[in-house]
């Protein structure tokens, strides 16, 4: 069964970085297409960056230019680098591995002055 665990959320001012993490176990990390997706209170949860085991990219438009996704598959672990980060930023985010139903508990960021 996939567990995933994220880390590194906190408070931080608008124009501020936070680094995410997100631990995965329970499946053949370096094959899988990994997520970070994002909740604010009130709002669907969405897609914010994507990364194919071999480090393709993409993200969303809202995002672009300020967050980083990466990986190291020796650690099974995926990244959310954030930067200039904005009060809309606010959420709880949440990393997935492709195509399966599990999600972990997520970690929480607050953007606030």
């Known amino acids: 069964q996939v567990q995933l665990v994220e880390s590194g959320g906190g408070l931080v001012q608008p124009g501020g970085s936070l680094r995410l993490s997100c631990a995965v176990s329970g499946t053949i990390f370096r094959l899988y297409t990994m997520g970070w997706y994002r909740q604010a209170p009130g709002n669907q949860r969405e897609l914010v960056a994507r990364i194919t085991g071999g480090g393709v990219t993409n993200y969303a438009d809202s995002v672009k230019g300020r967050f980083t996704i990466s990986r190291d598959n020796a650690k099974k672990t995926v990244y959310l680098q954030m930067n200039s980060l904005k009060f809309e930023d606010t959420a709880v985010y949440y990393c997935?591995?492709?195509?399966?139903?599990?999600w972990g508990q997520g970690t929480q960021v607050t953007v606030s002055s």
């Open positions: 997935k591995v492709d195509g399966d139903l599990h």
